[in-house]
């Protein structure tokens, strides 16, 4: 199915096929693409030649591919491969290396090609917080359509930039690629907005030389003296900003921020990191997650999302945030409940 355009931007993904190398070879087990059943197997087995490497994948590698043609035009896909561990299998290759499963992303833009990085992390955060670690824990429907969703790709007509330390303003479209305490600059043009984003702290003066470089950019670009600019130190909103984005996501800001449970837990920062607005019902979520963690009771998390009237999805992130951090530890999120590991066994 294609996706539907957003008010913040227009979606260029157009579905997902998801494959796994059986023992006797690959099998679609999930797909929401506009190709249908036939069109899509036929994708994939003309399409493996071409991906296909003797080479075996390095734990936690996600290798891509593309684009590539499918059978139904204006259709292309691009492919990404990774190994989970098999849970049954008989052939001695995939119980030594893993399974091979392959994300085919499939899209009517070439613009894709330039998230190739981002949507490497995405597949990489989704392993994470869905706590994917063998080929039966990816094959459940609600935990694919899940990813599906959470992968998608929105063009949100924001420009990006670095400064560098010579002073020149350089395009980008990976953070992976820009230093790591170079200011970003996005460029809104739709909203004639500039904002600067600070990643290390900054005296006045240098604040006052960034300003002095963006008013020389604004000059040379349409309808520039009309673009309102904004130089944003906190490091809070910067990350929330880099997330909306798609630099980073919000399961990055998680893990940064340091998410605290304990009775000194700041509502605030929560509230900032969810982007949604502060209420009572946020103790009784952190409560009821501490009384969990220690009575190792497992925690209904969709009990809790109808109790406390957050979403299901935040929850879950929220929760996989603290694990992956090592705030809570010998937890793990199965079956929309979070228990404790050693009782499940």
Same mark, same amino acid.
């Given at each position: 199915?294609?996706?539907?355009?957003? $008010?913040?931007?227009?979606?260029?993904?157009?579905?997902?096929?998801? $494959?796994?190398?059986?023992? %006797?070879?690959?099998? %679609?087990?999930?797909?929401?693409?506009?190709?249908? !059943?036939?069109?899509?197997? %036929?994708?994939?087995?003309?399409?493996?030649?071409?991906?296909?490497?003797?080479?075996?994948?390095?734990?936690? !590698?996600?290798?891509?591919?593309?684009?590539?043609?499918?059978?139904? +035009?204006?259709?292309?896909?691009? $492919?990404?491969?990774?190994?989970?561990?098999?849970?049954?299998?008989?052939?001695?290759?995939?119980?030594?290396?893993?399974?091979?499963?392959?994300?085919?992303?499939?899209?009517?833009?070439?613009?894709?090609? *330039?998230?190739?990085?981002?949507? *490497?992390?995405?597949?990489?955060?989704?392993?994470?917080?869905?706590?994917?670690?063998?080929?039966?824990?990816?094959?459940?429907?609600?935990?694919?359509?899940?990813?599906?969703?959470?992968?998608?790709?929105? !063009?949100?007509?924001?420009?990006?930039?670095y400064i560098s330390d010579m002073n020149s303003i350089e395009s980008f479209l990976?953070?992976?690629?820009?230093?790591?305490?170079?200011?970003?600059?996005?460029?809104?043009?739709? %909203?004639?907005?500039?904002?600067?984003?600070?990643?290390?702290?900054?005296?006045?003066?240098?604040?006052?030389?960034?300003?002095?470089?963006?008013?020389?950019?604004?000059?040379?670009?349409?309808?520039?003296?009309?673009?309102?600019?904004?130089?944003?130190?906190?490091?809070?909103?910067?990350?929330?900003?880099?997330?909306?984005?798609?630099?980073?996501?919000?399961?990055?800001?998680?893990?940064?921020?340091?998410?605290?449970?304990?009775?000194?837990?700041?509502? +605030?920062?929560?509230? $900032?990191?969810?982007?949604?607005?502060?209420?009572?019902?946020?103790?009784?979520?952190?409560?009821?997650?501490?009384?969990?963690?220690?009575?190792?009771?497992?925690?209904?998390?969709?009990?809790?999302?109808?109790?406390?009237?957050?979403?299901?999805?935040?929850?879950?992130?929220?929760?996989?945030?603290?694990?992956?951090?090592?705030?809570?530890?010998?937890?793990?999120?199965?079956?929309?409940?979070?228990?404790?590991? *050693? !009782?499940?066994?």
């Amino acid at each position: 199915m294609s996706k539907e355009n957003t $008010s913040s931007g227009s979606t260029i993904t157009d579905g997902l096929i998801i $494959s796994v190398f059986e023992d %006797n070879g690959p099998v %679609n087990v999930y797909n929401s693409s506009p190709l249908n !059943e036939s069109e899509a197997f %036929n994708m994939v087995l003309k399409a493996l030649p071409a991906i296909g490497s003797d080479v075996p994948l390095e734990h936690g !590698e996600i290798r891509s591919y593309g684009l590539i043609p499918t059978p139904k +035009e204006p259709f292309l896909c691009l $492919s990404f491969i990774f190994m989970l561990k098999a849970e049954k299998t008989d052939d001695s290759r995939i119980a030594r290396f893993g399974r091979i499963i392959v994300f085919w992303i499939i899209t009517r833009s070439s613009a894709l090609m *330039k998230y190739i990085g981002l949507i *490497k992390r995405m597949i990489r955060r989704e392993i994470q917080i869905y706590h994917i670690k063998t080929d039966t824990d990816l094959k459940k429907e609600e935990i694919m359509r899940k990813i599906d969703k959470r992968i998608q790709i929105i !063009e949100v007509g924001i420009e990006s930039y670095y400064i560098s330390d010579m002073n020149s303003i350089e395009s980008f479209l990976d953070l992976a690629f820009v230093p790591k305490e170079a200011p970003i600059m996005l460029v809104d043009k739709p %909203n004639n907005q500039i904002k600067v984003l600070l990643r290390s702290h900054s005296n006045p003066s240098r604040k006052m030389e960034l300003l002095q470089l963006v008013n020389d950019y604004k000059r040379n670009i349409p309808k520039g003296t009309i673009y309102k600019t904004e130089i944003i130190s906190d490091s809070l909103t910067v990350q929330q900003l880099l997330a909306k984005t798609g630099f980073i996501t919000q399961f990055d800001i998680g893990t940064t921020i340091r998410l605290r449970f304990t009775n000194e837990l700041t509502f +605030e920062e929560l509230d $900032s990191f969810f982007n949604f607005h502060l209420t009572p019902k946020r103790q009784q979520l952190v409560t009821q997650i501490i009384q969990a963690t220690d009575s190792k009771i497992p925690l209904n998390l969709y009990e809790l999302s109808v109790q406390t009237g957050i979403t299901m999805e935040l929850i879950e992130e929220f929760i996989a945030s603290a694990i992956n951090s090592g705030l809570i530890q010998d937890f793990e999120i199965k079956n929309g409940s979070l228990v404790f590991i *050693k !009782e499940v066994e």
